[in-house]
Each structure stands twice: as C-alpha cells, then as structure tokens.
C-alpha cells in the first residue's frame, strides 16, 4: 500500500478534483461489492487525468478507470492504487446537427433522454442500460438489435504518456466483443455518436419499449449488474 499522497493531493487541489482516501469500491460499484482503494479520485477535466496519469507512470503507481461501476467485480481485499473516476464530474453532452459529443462519464440514460428531447434516433437500444459512455463503448454495449458501434463516430483518447488521439469507429476492434482490445493502456474522455432526426412521437415510442424492458432495475431487490433485460425485441414493433 502506497504511503505518501501529497503529490496526489497537490494535484487535486491545482485541478479543484476531490480525492478520498482509503474510500471503499462497494460504494461505486451496482454490485455493492469491495474493499478500500488506496485513493480514488474524481476526474473533472482532461487536464486533471492527464496530471493523475503521468504521476501513477513516474511513480509507478496502478490504476484503474471506473465509470458508473456496473459489471464490475471489486475483491473485498479492495484495490492497491489509484481509482481514476470518470462520474458526474465528467459528464457534459453536447451537440452539434445531429451529431452528440459526449464525455465518457455520461450516462446511457442521460444521452438516451438529451437525443430524445432534441428528436434524435439512433440511441434508443442502449435505454435502460444504467452504465457510462466509457464503459458501454470499451465493451460494445448495446440491446434490443442495436450497439455502440451502429452509432460511434470516433473517440479522442488519452495514453498513458498525455498523447492525445482521435480513434475513428473503423479502427477499433468491435470483432473482438471489445473496443478498445489491444489498447487498454488508453483512457479515453469525449466520443461522438452519430443520429438521425426523427418525429419526437416515433423516437420516444421505441426509446419507451427499450427503457420499460430494461431500465427499471429498482425493481430487484438485490443490487443487479449492468441491467436485467427481458426480452422484447422479437415482439417490438419496428422504427
């Protein structure tokens, strides 16, 4: 365990992030499961992850990206480094026509809700999957005949060493059932989707059947993964 944070700390307080220490995973993760992390910080800026990464490469330090935590399984012995977390903090959707930048700590739902408001289709299938941009596209997340790589433009990306990188839905590895195999030192931030206008009423029909077959998993009571899916699509009219 990793002893003196004051580097850590200096640059949460120049960046205005917060960091806990000792902070335990099962207050982040669906499962409710894990230890205590050595220091989790809640990243609110490319510059602050790039400050963070290049003192966990000169110090050697591990690290890890979390999202909203779903689908992952945190031991009870917790996590020997840093916990880089991508939530509310790094989360802004923007957009531009009919193209949506979002920040990679943007949820699924607030994307699905901005898009449908704004009488954008295309983002539908991932109703009701309560996980992150981060996380949804390094796995291909989707539902219901619908995943990240029908909608993904591109993503900037971030290594290890501060370089920066834009990464086009082509390059990426969807075969493989995950994005970004083969480039897990990257952490990225800012992905852009592309959608296509839509009546409200005809968007909203088919973003409704997604969310009530998927998105209400305040129903269980258990803490669940991602999300608890019945199976609708074969019965789901199409848009």
Same mark, same amino acid.
């Given at each position: 365990?990793?002893?003196?944070?004051?580097?850590?700390?200096?640059?949460? /307080?120049?960046?205005?992030?917060?960091?806990?220490?000792?902070?335990?995973?099962?207050?982040?993760?669906?499962?409710?499961?894990?230890?205590?992390?050595?220091?989790?910080?809640?990243?609110?800026?490319?510059?602050?992850? /790039?400050?963070?990464?290049?003192?966990?490469?000169?110090?050697?330090?591990?690290?890890?990206?979390?999202?909203?935590?779903?689908?992952?399984?945190?031991?009870?012995?917790?996590?020997?480094?840093?916990?880089?977390?991508?939530?509310?903090?790094?989360?802004?959707?923007?957009?531009?026509?009919?193209?949506?930048?979002?920040?990679?700590?943007?949820?699924?739902? /607030?994307?699905?809700?901005?898009?449908?408001?704004?009488?954008?289709?295309?983002?539908?299938?991932?109703?009701?999957?309560?996980?992150?941009?981060?996380?949804?596209?390094?796995?291909?997340?989707?539902?219901?005949?619908?995943?990240?790589?029908?909608?993904?433009?591109?993503?900037?990306?971030?290594?290890?060493?501060?370089?920066?990188?834009?990464?086009?839905?082509?390059? %990426?590895?969807?075969?493989?059932?995950?994005?970004?195999?083969? /480039?897990?030192?990257?952490?990225?931030?800012?992905?852009?989707?592309?959608?296509?206008?839509?009546?409200?009423?005809?968007?909203?029909?088919?973003?409704?059947?997604? %969310?009530?077959?998927?998105?209400?998993?305040?129903?269980?009571?258990?803490?669940?993964?991602?999300?608890?899916?019945?199976?609708?699509?074969?019965?789901?009219?199409?848009?």
């Amino acid at each position: 365990m990793m002893k003196n944070w004051q580097e850590l700390a200096a640059i949460c /307080r120049t960046c205005n992030c917060s960091v806990q220490y000792a902070e335990p995973l099962r207050n982040h993760t669906t499962f409710r499961i894990g230890g205590a992390c050595s220091a989790f910080v809640n990243v609110n800026s490319e510059e602050t992850l /790039r400050q963070i990464l290049g003192l966990c490469r000169d110090r050697n330090y591990p690290y890890l990206v979390l999202g909203n935590g779903s689908n992952i399984l945190a031991a009870d012995s917790g996590y020997a480094g840093v916990i880089l977390h991508l939530g509310k903090d790094f989360s802004q959707i923007r957009q531009d026509g009919t193209t949506l930048y979002c920040e990679a700590g943007a949820t699924l739902g /607030r994307i699905g809700k901005f898009a449908l408001e704004e009488s954008l289709t295309g983002m539908e299938c991932l109703a009701g999957i309560p996980g992150t941009v981060g996380g949804a596209l390094y796995m291909n997340a989707g539902a219901y005949g619908g995943e990240m790589a029908d909608v993904i433009v591109s993503a900037r990306c971030m290594a290890p060493d501060g370089t920066i990188s834009v990464v086009p839905n082509l390059k %990426w590895n969807w075969a493989t059932g995950k994005a970004f195999s083969g /480039r897990t030192a990257e952490s990225f931030w800012v992905s852009s989707f592309s959608c296509k206008r839509a009546a409200m009423g005809r968007s909203k029909r088919k973003w409704t059947l997604c %969310w009530e077959s998927g998105g209400q998993n305040s129903r269980w009571n258990c803490p669940v993964p991602a999300a608890l899916f019945k199976d609708r699509w074969a019965i789901m009219p199409h848009f």
